[in-house]
């Protein structure tokens, strides 16, 4: 666990911590889909779990993206 004010570089070092630990590790985000998406939607929820997705992929760990529906 880890606190700080930038969540895609804390994500980041703790993941590269625990691949340390455990070479096998598979990190896995959620993406919020909603089911009638408003503008203010892609504002509030960005692509914080892409950005993350992107850095661990080029330090060779693997992470996956589920989807979490959300109905009105």
């Known amino acids: 666990m880890s606190m700080a004010t930038e969540a895609v570089s ?7 911590e625990l691949a340390k630990e455990y070479e096998r590790a598979i990190f896995f985000a959620g993406k919020l ?3 009638r998406e408003r503008w203010w939607d892609r504002l ?7 950005q993350i997705q992107r850095r661990l992929q080029f330090a060779g760990l693997p992470m996956v993206i589920l989807p979490v529906r959300v109905l009105e």
């Open 33 to 35: 889909i909603f089911e």
């Open 44 to 50: 509030l929820h960005n692509e914080t779990a892409n």
């Open 10 to 16: 804390e994500s980041e070092k703790l993941a590269a």
